[in-house]
DNA sequence: CTTGACCTTAGACTTAACTCCAAGGTTTAC
DNA sequence: GTAAACCTTGGAGTTAAGTCTAAGGTCAAG
């Protein structure tokens, strides 16, 4: 698969691909010519990067996990990698969780009636 | 409050703060003498803002919120930014739930016996 | 054998979200 | 009253994550 179709099928540009490979969070084989060939599977890990990345992980971050998994860690190292990525993730469930409280609250109050309750987004109305 | 206290109490620099400000998020009474004048729920608001953003909701979409809560949208268009944004959320957990999975198992491979499984995250051995 | 659709690289440019700096005014502590 | 610790503005600099451009190589179709 050259990096045309990789593009397309993943949902990011050529450009894009080209500059996770150079942050090291993809690899390509060559063609002879030149051109990089991506197993099918990649479209996979390119889709799991946006996801990652769209629910607020750096390409760091990302990056960390990918070539830890990859790279020259231990067992143990990835273990520890893997529960302290699981950990964030669960952390940050509680707090979307918490977000979709006061957005939700906030749609109660604006809804019904046009009540404006103390505990207010609004920034020109914040309590004193 | 001022905006040293404010930062301290909320966790951000006097410099963001003043960011926020420009890019429209928060607002500050003045005292006479120039001085930004902060109420105490401004710390919650601001709390909220970088919730938002660690959870991957940009400044301008948080803004757009915000803005709407207090500014010139109508009732209906309050709600309607309200029930997208919790559509939003909904659409964010489920991702965070999937890349927990996607994680967990993972490790479920990675940690018992080193076995390395089909699907695996790894870039350099991704399904051909 | 040339046209169009691919691909390559290196490097410049853009945007968001800060972060820092300079030059100066104000307030508090001694 | 002066030094330290606040505050103000404007503007420059930084980092992450692309995005675009230039100059050129490859390949299939007509």
New binding site residues.
Partial sequence: M????LAEASGV????L??YEKQGLIRADR?P????DYPEGMVELVRLIRQG?SLGF???EIGALVQGLGGGLSQVEVEQLLRGKLAEIDARMKELSNLRAVVARRLAEACPLGLDAPGSLDPKRVAS
Same sequence: chains 1, 2.
């Fill in positions: 050259r990096i045309g179709r540009s050529r450009d894009t080209r500059y063609w010519n030149g051109y990089r990345q750096s390409l760091k």
